[in-house]
T-cell receptor, first 110, second 115 residues
Framework: SQKIEQNSEALNIQEGKTATLTCNYT??????LQWYRQDPGRGPVFLLL?????KEKRKERLKVTFDTTLKQSLFHITASQPADSATYLC?????????FGSGTRLSIRP | GAVVSQHPSWVICKSGTSVKIECRSL??????MFWYRQFPKQSLMLMAT?????????EQGVEKDKFLINHASLTLSTLTVTSAHPEDSSFYIC???????????FGQGTRLTVV
């Protein structure tokens, strides 16, 4: 069955460094991947969408890559700040549903 | 981005009663609504997908007679948890999408506690 996975449950880095989160998918090839941010007790907030024919997408300090050979998407936050601390979710989007990975809890320490 | 308003934000109910959660898209027409459930420190698990005017499609293991979903208009969907039990206590989140292959917008979530 198709699966989307975020292998790192938690990531803790120093403020100012680049945070890199990984999302892997198996047994299928999604046409789109999305990344969301979720704060405790809140619904997810959309950050970026990348299509399978796009290698890279940027938005301010955020960058997402999509490697169909490795079956992987990487999500980068440059010049990280404590306010970036949250859970980040990748999601596979199809015409009929949106399926989320397990999420990575990112903590940026001052 | 577009706004999805979900109410209530939290609710406590007695075991055996029913609870209705509302999800409204305020500035777009949500042709598709998704309902998710999230347990502590876990990811969002899709419960069902509904298209306006059609019956919802439930994911495997989700009881359609227990979790009643109505999507009667392009701006409103409701989830009713019938005969709630303590194990139904969770964080329920709705999401609306206009068209396909596009981003979805999420409600604030509803914290349901069944006592």
């Amino acid at each position: 069955s198709q699966k989307i996975e975020q292998n790192s449950e938690a990531l803790n880095i120093q403020e100012g460094k680049t945070a890199t989160l990984t999302c892997n998918y198996t047994n299928y090839s999604p046409a789109y991947l999305q990344w969301y941010r979720q704060d405790p007790g809140r619904g997810p907030v959309f950050l970026l969408l990348i299509r399978e024919n796009e290698k890279e997408k940027r938005k301010e300090r955020l960058k997402v890559t999509f490697d169909t050979t490795l079956k992987q998407s990487l999500f980068h936050i440059t010049a990280s700040q404590p306010a970036d601390s949250a859970t980040y979710l990748c999601a596979e989007i199809s015409a009929s549903k949106i399926i989320f990975g397990s999420g990575t809890r990112l903590s940026i320490r001052p | 981005g577009a706004v999805v308003s979900q109410h209530p934000s939290w609710v406590i109910c007695k075991s055996g009663t029913s609870v209705k959660i509302e999800c409204r898209s305020l500035d777009f027409q949500a042709t598709t609504m998704f309902w998710y459930r999230q347990f502590p420190k876990q990811s969002l698990m899709l419960m069902a997908t509904s298209n306006e005017g059609s019956k919802a499609t439930y994911e495997q293991g989700v009881e359609k007679d227990k979790f009643l979903i109505n999507h009667a208009s392009l701006t409103l969907s409701t989830l009713t948890v019938t005969s709630a039990h303590p194990e139904d206590s969770s964080f329920y989140i709705c999401s609306g999408r206009q068209g396909s292959g596009t981003e979805a917008f999420f409600g604030q979530g509803t914290r349901l506690t069944v006592v």
